[in-house]
Structures are given as structure tokens and as C-alpha cells.
């Protein structure tokens, strides 16, 4: 008998040599997280981390598809947001964690977007020196981005993301169903980082956004699959390639990441500014700036800007956090992006572009061209 339309999941490897796993995208898949995760389990035993938005919506669910399976599950909720990724409420994790006295083959469960994935991730490659995780994102950018590749970690005041761990999950269920329930703020944010992935170097997809990016928005969820089906090959392929970032291959999925971390880190990582809002600023920002330097059309920076600012991304900085008086400043704005992890022997790093589907990696931008651009972004 054929499965119901209701219970069809696709699934998408990434291919890495002794740690493979899994991506099942599809409708329903927190109903079958201990059906699919079972045979996967060093034991059957699990701890759920999630955070207040998403525990009250998805936690019961998920708990009972373990406990139809046969495994123990205990659950541990830390306040929804960023906060959650400072050292502080690391900590709080941990010894929370330890207090359900668990073993080496407990494993992990992240339910929830970006910042309980990276939370729950890095939190599984320290505990007990190593435990496996699975990743359930709720979010479009989670499920698209930060779920998939093994990046885990938490912010410090010098910036974002600078204490971590590459270490990649057992598995990632991306129900499609929960981005029925996301506000259309968090959805816009998801959908900077699959933008993204066309402008990378997949210009055929970019073009598929334009025409049907307000679809995917809306709620069309043959659309909003493929999107995320097409997201997920572009990440798993270039993670396959160069998982630790050795290259500058996977670097290139930092496109607009440079500008994006110096505006988070100039809001303060609050919710005037979602990362995937910052991304996408960054990303017109990162387009503008290849103009400027003659490597790229202007017409394809043109192009970018016109597309993620008609499907309602903030482009432009004045349009951040709703506030016209933010007094935004250029050297500042450089400071932050001194402290990047990109940036190598005191040189800036940016993705840049020759066109869209044509990016690459830069150290030798010009800090008075960098300056002028932001001075004129400022001004806009």
C-alpha cells in the first residue's frame, strides 16, 4: 500500500566519510521523530532541548512519538532568543543537563530554530566529551541553513558564534507542517538564507525565487518544499566538500554574513534584527560592494536589492528594527566586522561576487571603499 500524501517525507544525504546522515524534509515528521530516530539511538534514552516559544507548541508531540517507540525522553526548556547562546545560559544548560545523569549514549534532541540548534549542538559536543544529537528545526532557517552542516555554538561579547564546535548530527527532521504556525518575520528570515543559496551559485534557482519566492512565503507548500529540498542538496553538497571550512569553498555560504554579524552585534543581537534579516541586508550590502568594485553588474546588484526587498526583507538600514533614528556609524560597523571569524592576519573577509551564481572569496577590499559604501548605505 502506498504511504498517504499526508506522510511523505524526502530525504537527502550528506555524504561525509564515517558520519553521514540523513535530512527527511516532509509533512508530519515530529509524529514519526522515534519511529525515524530509533535505529539510530545508542540507547534508547533521549533529552529533549527547547526553548519557551516552541516547547508549549511541539514538546508533547515529540515526546510521544519517542515514548510510542520505546524510548525514555526527559526535556529541558531555555528562554526563546539569543540570550540563551551567552556563556551564562551555557553553562545553565550543561549542569541542567547533568542533572539528568546522562551517559554516553544519551543522545540530544534540538526542537526548535537557529539558536536552540547551535545551543543543543555544541552542548552534545561537550558532553561527556561527545554525545550524538538529532536536529528537529521549526524554523525556515533552520531548516535550510543552520540544522544541516555541523556548525554548533554560542555567542560572546566579541561577537557571534566565536566559541564552538563543527559537529554533525545523527539526523535532521524538517516538518514541514510547523512553518505553518511561524510568524511571516521569521519566515522572511528563512527565506534570505534560501535566496542565498541561488546567488551562491545556483543562478537558475535564484530565478526560481523571483518568480515564486512570494508562493513560498505564502504558503504554498509544493513550493515551499522545493525550496527547502533545493536549499538542503546546495548545503549538503558543499558541506560533503569542505566540512571544516578548510577552503574557502564553504566559506562562500557566509554570503552576506561579513555586514550581517556587524549589524546584529550593532542592534546587540536583540529582536530588532533577525539574523536572516541581517543576512539579507548584508547579502544587497555584499552585491553593492562587488558594483562598486567593478566585479560585478550593476544590474545584478540592482536585481538582488529589487528581489529581497519586494518579498519585505529590510535592505535598507533605516528600515532596521522599525527605529528611522538609529544612529547607525561606519567605523563602528568595521570594528565588528574586525572581529569575524573570517578575517585573517588583520584583513577583512568577503564574499563577493562577479555576478549572481558567481561569488567568491575576498581579502583585499580597500577599508576607504568599504568605508564609502556603508557611509552611503547609512545615508540612503
Not at 534584527?273 to 548584508?282: N, W, Y
Amino acid at each position: 500500500m502506498s504511504t498517504p500524501a499526508s506522510t511523505k517525507a524526502s530525504t537527502i544525504r550528506v555524504d561525509l566519510a564515517g558520519r553521514g546522515y540523513d535530512i527527511a524534509i516532509g509533512p508530519g515528521l515530529i509524529d514519526r521523530a522515534g519511529e525515524l530516530s530509533r535505529p539510530l539511538l545508542a540507547a534508547p534514552r533521549v533529552i529533549v532541548v527547547s526553548d519557551q516559544t516552541v516547547a508549549p507548541l511541539y514538546g508533547a508531540r515529540l515526546a510521544a512519538s519517542f515514548d510510542k517507540a520505546g524510548v525514555r525522553t526527559t526535556s529541558i526548556t531555555v528562554p526563546a532568543g539569543e540570550s540563551s547562546k551567552e556563556f551564562g545560559a551555557f553553562g545553565r544548560l550543561m549542569n541542567e543537563l547533568l542533572d539528568r545523569r546522562p551517559d554516553r549514549k544519551t543522545t540530544l534532541v534540538a526542537l526548535g530554530g537557529g539558536v536552540v540548534g547551535d545551543l543543543a549542538g555544541f552542548a552534545a559536543a561537550v558532553l561527556l566529551r561527545g554525545v550524538d544529537f538529532i536536529q528537529v528545526p521549526t524554523t525556515l532557517l533552520a531548516q535550510v541553513d543552520s540544522s544541516v552542516g555541523g556548525k554548533t555554538g554560542i555567542n560572546t561579547r566579541h561577537g557571534k558564534n566565536l566559541v564552538g564546535a563543527f559537529y554533525q548530527p545523527r539526523l535532521v527532521l524538517a516538518d514541514t507542517d510547523v512553518l505553518d504556525t511561524l510568524p511571516k518575520r521569521e519566515l522572511l528570515a528563512g527565506y534570505a538564507e534560501v535566496a542565498k543559496y541561488g546567488l551562491i551559485d545556483m543562478p537558475e534557482f535564484f530565478a526560481w525565487c523571483e518568480k515564486n519566492g512570494a508562493a513560498v512565503l505564502s504558503g504554498d507548500a509544493a513550493k515551499r518544499t522545493y525550496a527547502i529540498e533545493q536549499s538542503c542538496l546546495a548545503k549538503a553538497r558543499i558541506v560533503a566538500a569542505d566540512e571544516r571550512e578548510t577552503t574557502d569553498l564553504r566559506a562562500l555560504l557566509n554570503l552576506g554574513h561579513t555586514f550581517g554579524h556587524a549589524l546584529e552585534a550593532e542592534t546587540g543581537f536583540g529582536p530588532d534584527l533577525l539574523h536572516g534579516e541581517a543576512v539579507g541586508a548584508g547579502m544587497a550590502m555584499a552585491f553593492d560592494l562587488s558594483a562598486r568594485l567593478g566585479l560585478c553588474p550593476a544590474d545584478d546588484a540592482l536585481r538582488v536589492r529589487r528581489h529581497l526587498g519586494a518579498v519585505g526583507l529590510p535592505v535598507r538600514l533605516r528600515s532596521i528594527g522599525g527605529d528611522n533614528r538609529r544612529q547607525w556609524d561606519a567605523n563602528r560597523l568595521i570594528d565588528h566586522m574586525r572581529g569575524d571569524k573570517k578575517a585573517e592576519g588583520g584583513k577583512l573577509a568577503f564574499i563577493l561576487t562577479r555576478g549572481i551564481g558567481k561569488t567568491f572569496v575576498s581579502r583585499e577590499v580597500d577599508e576607504r571603499t568599504l568605508r564609502g559604501l556603508l557611509d552611503d548605505a547609512i545615508a540612503a
